[in-house]
């Protein structure tokens, strides 16, 4: 597992986390109810989020070392 790619998937999940869980749970907490429906939803965008970013930066590393790579594009081949 290259550690450089792993930490940068983990800090954009974070900044998913970060934007994401604020604005889910004000209203949350305005209520105090909890709808733990909608914070599973934005972990798993969140997880997802990480896991294209990993694969788009093991692409970019291997074409670096010059190995065509389809990684690039990441989950969605954008």
């Known amino acids: 597992m290259n550690k450089e790619a792993f930490k940068k998937a983990l800090l954009e999940a974070g900044r998913i986390l970060l934007i994401a869980v604020i604005p889910v749970t004000i209203p949350m907490l305005e209520a105090w109810t909890f709808d733990w429906k909608a ?19 093991i692409g970019i590393q291997r074409e670096a070392s010059g190995v065509k790579s389809s990684l690039t594009t990441g989950l969605t081949r954008f």
């Open 39 to 57: 914070l599973v939803v934005v972990g798993s965008i969140a997880l997802l989020k990480a896991i294209d970013k990993y694969l788009h930066e």
